[in-house]
């Protein structure tokens, strides 16, 4: 059983910089690969990043490329996701999630075996 609770969200201007924290409970955090997704109001959950257990190997969906960047600290059991240069369509929940199994790059929603609860990104223009 692994327990998410996510921290950082809030309200910036478009170009500003926001970090999300995931702070994981359970001894088995170093084991998943963690991955983030974020759901704007009427649209879909949608992958945004993975990294695998052990922090080697990152993935992003091209909209967010080169301004996110996923981390995780396994000592902490802890994943961030460094955002900058945020523009208003990254306006959405974020949600931390851990992923069972072999590291795949890319997840659905329904791959996911634990979310968090969810912070809110709002970016204004």
């Known amino acids: 059983q692994v327990q998410l609770v996510e921290s950082g969200g809030g309200s910036v201007q478009a170009g500003g910089s926001l970090r999300l924290s995931c702070a994981a409970s359970?001894?088995?955090?170093?084991?998943?690969?963690m991955a983030w997704f974020r759901q704007a109001p009427g649209k879909d959950r949608e992958f945004v990043a993975s990294?695998?257990?052990?922090?080697?190997?990152?993935y992003y969906v091209d909209s967010v490329k080169g301004r996110f960047t996923i981390s995780r600290d396994n000592a902490k059991n802890t994943v961030y996701l460094q955002m900058n240069s945020l523009k208003p369509e990254d306006t959405a929940v974020y949600y931390c999630?851990?992923?069972?199994?072999?590291?795949?790059?890319?997840?659905?929603?329904?791959?996911?075996?634990?979310w968090g609860q969810g912070t809110q990104v709002t970016v204004s223009s």
């Open positions: 999630a851990a992923a069972p199994g072999y590291y795949r790059r890319n997840y659905y929603p329904n791959e996911i075996a634990y």
């Open positions: 990294i695998n257990w052990s922090g080697s190997i990152t």
């Open positions: 359970g001894r088995t955090f170093s084991s998943y690969a």
